[in-house]
């Protein structure tokens, strides 16, 4: 794929959405960090449902370590592998508190040190809580990739990698969220809605799913 296509699919998603967030909800980037957590394996949507009511009376580092892991568990217990969850949180909020004043470092390293973070949950909270132009290649931004040809690459680092060569520099930061919800709602992994796609024209997918 040229860069003229690349430029005009990122062009056209942000015609289409000009200002692309996460589903997660949250205020805070400690809150983000927590959502994003909880939300390996699991839907936003799980996810926000749960957080509602736990970051109603524990938003802090400070108040969820309050909580206890009985007290936190009951809040997540609705999301899958909560168990594990719960440990990493906690773990993640005395580092906090010990390492960081109890506030988020928006360094990669910093990020991946916690307890349950690895590159691209510490991408996704550098960009989305940050601003930083960086690109967690999950799933969803996975299979877009290398479907549409824009990066390929045979496993996400490597997709990680090509993204940020080749995006546009002025699309970089929101690419993120226009790639992962393009693939939730558009390019869904069994049946791709090709036709109803805005960017189909462009797409180098050879086996594109039009009736």
């Known amino acids: ?11 056209r998603l942000k015609a289409e959405n000009p200002q692309p967030t996460t589903e997660l909800e949250y205020s805070s980037p400690f809150e983000l960090l927590v959502a994003v957590t ?20 524990a938003n802090t580092p400070e108040k969820i370590l309050k909580l206890g892991e ?11 592998l909560y ?3 719960t440990t990493h ?42 601003g930083h132009p960086t690109i967690a290649v999950d799933t969803h931004i996975f299979r877009v990739a290398n479907r549409t040809k824009i990066a ?5 680092l490597e997709v990680e990698k090509k993204l940020l060569k080749f995006v546009p520099q002025e699309y970089r930061l929101d690419a993120h969220h226009w790639l992962i919800l393009h693939g939730r709602y558009t ?9 109803s796609c805005i960017i189909e024209d462009l797409c180098e997918f050879q086996q594109k799913n039009i009736d």
């Open 83 to 85: 168990n594990n969850k």
């Open 152 to 156: 390929a690459g045979k496993n996400v």
């Open 89 to 130: 949180i906690l773990k993640t909020c005395n580092m906090l508190i010990e390492q960081h004043n109890a506030d988020v470092p928006d360094d990669q390293l910093a990020l991946q040190a916690l307890a349950g973070v690895g590159r691209k949950t510490a991408n996704v909270i550098r960009n989305t809580a940050f």
């Open 70 to 80: 009985t007290g936190l568990k009951k809040h997540i217990k609705t999301i899958g």
């Open 38 to 57: 909880l939300s390996a394996q699991s839907t936003d949507k799980s996810v926000n449902k749960a957080t509602r009511k736990l970051f109603a009376v």
């Open 187 to 195: 390019c869904i992994a069994r049946t791709p809605r090709c036709g």
């Open 1 to 11: 794929m040229n860069r003229q296509k690349r430029s005009e699919i990122f062009s």
